[in-house]
């Protein structure tokens, strides 16, 4: 009997081990080029069990800092409130006063005439509560890139890689095993993208879904790629190079939402220079390398069975997923330049895939002024 409870805990022990650490623990390089202190590690399938408690996580974070850190602190400063906006006309708190002894309360409560005072909210303030939900949206994505942007900053150049010369991307390829800060920055990262491309189609669409999709779909079969071909390094390098647009970027709309116009420009500019330097001028000198400088340093990979890791029909994939990524940011640095010139113009910074209404003159009023003309 002991002996069958000692099979049942090792057996849920062992499977619930790879959703909580690494799997395929190996023996280091005999001279590892990189984190020689590392714990080594294989790839397989039971890496999948670690993307997928790492989503978990995500969702679990996504939902803190958005609801319990953005969203007070949007509320806050828009609205003076951590709960948000809660309207009370004068007239209305005065008839809850004379109503309740002359005490008030918040609306729901009858006022003079036995009714109950509706909440009334001017369309500025309901644009305003839009931009708290997408202000908080933004923040968590702030918050993600730059910690993950720092952990790959911290990655590639503990690599014996060099920005300024790529060819150290294939200098003693294939790199395997991987060591552990590596392994876990990839999985890391395939789980945030595929838990991305999930939110993206649950939530209302924007105008750009399609291209969104597809960004998120050839982003994860890159990771996928990468990993499985032991093109982590340059993979890691792309990776670093477009999660820095993508903290600028959130940074622009929470300004913006904010109502801090000129800083929002400010940092749109910013935004705009970062992706042209790296999502066209460094990502374009990568494909380079992995277009033509790879054939010439790793000429066994078009020799068939000679054991090389990437095949020909493997390299022309690889590249025509990174062509298609950069096709797809061509069309997105169209749309950004479109709103740079609005800028120049005098015009504010606006995200042009975005649904949201912009209130009419006409409703930049106070809440009791709009309150009165409707008594009318």
């Given at each position: 009997m002991?002996?069958?409870?000692?099979?049942?805990?090792?057996?849920?022990?062992?499977l619930?081990?790879?959703?909580?650490?690494?799997?395929y623990p190996?023996?280091p390089?005999?001279n590892?080029d990189?984190?020689?202190n590392?714990?080594?590690?294989?790839?397989?399938l039971?890496?999948g069990?670690?993307?997928?408690s790492?989503?978990a996580?995500?969702?679990v974070l996504?939902?803190?800092v958005?609801?319990?850190?953005m969203?007070?602190f949007a509320?806050?400063y828009?609205f003076?409130?951590?709960?948000?906006?809660?309207y009370?006309s004068?007239k209305?708190?005065k008839a809850?006063g004379?109503a309740n002894?002359?005490?008030?309360?918040a609306?729901?409560?009858?006022n003079?005439?036995?009714h109950?005072?509706?909440r009334?909210i001017?369309a500025?303030n309901r644009v305003?509560e839009r931009?708290?939900?997408?202000?908080?949206?933004?923040g968590?994505a702030l918050v993600?890139y730059?910690i993950?942007w720092?952990?790959g900053v911290?990655?590639?150049?503990s690599?014996?890689t060099?920005?300024w010369?790529?060819?150290?991307?294939w200098?003693?390829y294939?790199?395997?095993?991987l060591p552990?800060?590596l392994k876990v920055?990839y999985?890391?990262?395939?789980a945030f993208w595929i838990?991305?491309l999930?939110?993206v189609n649950a939530?209302?669409?924007?105008?750009?879904?399609?291209q969104?999709n597809a960004h998120h779909v050839?982003?994860i079969?890159?990771?996928?790629?990468?990993y499985?071909?032991?093109?982590t390094?340059?993979g890691?390098?792309?990776?670093?190079l477009?999660d820095?647009?993508?903290?600028?970027?959130?940074?622009?709309?929470m300004?913006?939402?904010l109502e801090?116009?000129?800083?929002?420009?400010v940092?749109?500019?910013?935004?705009?220079?970062?992706?042209?330097?790296?999502r066209?001028?460094?990502f374009?000198?990568?494909?380079?390398?992995?277009?033509?400088?790879?054939?010439i340093?790793?000429?066994?990979?078009?020799i068939p069975?000679?054991?090389e890791?990437?095949t020909?029909?493997?390299?022309y994939?690889?590249?025509?997923m990174?062509?298609a990524l950069?096709?797809?940011?061509c069309?997105w640095?169209t749309a950004i330049i479109?709103?740079?010139?609005?800028v120049?113009?005098?015009?504010?910074?606006?995200d042009t895939?975005?649904?949201?209404?912009?209130p009419?003159?006409?409703?930049?009023?106070?809440?009791?002024k709009?309150?009165?003309?409707?008594r009318?």
């Amino acid at each position: 009997m002991s002996s069958t409870f000692q099979w049942h805990d090792v057996s849920l022990s062992t499977l619930i081990r790879p959703f909580l650490q690494l799997s395929y623990p190996t023996a280091p390089p005999a001279n590892p080029d990189s984190f020689p202190n590392a714990n080594y590690y294989d790839i397989g399938l039971l890496d999948g069990c670690f993307i997928i408690s790492t989503m978990a996580v995500f969702a679990v974070l996504r939902e803190i800092v958005r609801l319990h850190i953005m969203t007070p602190f949007a509320n806050k400063y828009l609205f003076g409130n951590i709960n948000g906006y809660q309207y009370r006309s004068t007239k209305s708190r005065k008839a809850n006063g004379n109503a309740n002894g002359g005490h008030t309360h918040a609306n729901g409560h009858a006022n003079g005439n036995g009714h109950y005072a509706a909440r009334r909210i001017s369309a500025r303030n309901r644009v305003r509560e839009r931009n708290v939900i997408r202000f908080a949206e933004q923040g968590w994505a702030l918050v993600y890139y730059t910690i993950w942007w720092c952990f790959g900053v911290y990655i590639h150049f503990s690599l014996p890689t060099s920005p300024w010369s790529l060819d150290h991307l294939w200098i003693g390829y294939p790199h395997n095993p991987l060591p552990g800060p590596l392994k876990v920055y990839y999985l890391t990262q395939c789980a945030f993208w595929i838990h991305q491309l999930l939110i993206v189609n649950a939530e209302a669409r924007r105008k750009d879904h399609i291209q969104m999709n597809a960004h998120h779909v050839i982003t994860i079969c890159l990771v996928f790629a990468s990993y499985h071909f032991n093109l982590t390094r340059v993979g890691c390098l792309i990776l670093v190079l477009m999660d820095f647009c993508d903290i600028v970027l959130p940074l622009a709309k929470m300004l913006r939402y904010l109502e801090f116009s000129f800083a929002c420009d400010v940092a749109f500019v910013t935004f705009l220079i970062s992706w042209f330097l790296t999502r066209h001028i460094a990502f374009i000198l990568i494909l380079y390398s992995t277009l033509i400088r790879f054939p010439i340093l790793r000429p066994k990979a078009f020799i068939p069975d000679s054991g090389e890791p990437v095949t020909a029909k493997m390299y022309y994939m690889f590249n025509a997923m990174l062509i298609a990524l950069q096709v797809l940011m061509c069309t997105w640095f169209t749309a950004i330049i479109k709103i740079a010139w609005a800028v120049m113009r005098g015009k504010p910074a606006e995200d042009t895939r975005s649904d949201e209404e912009l209130p009419d003159s006409s409703d930049d009023e106070p809440d009791d002024k709009l309150d009165e003309k409707k008594r009318q």
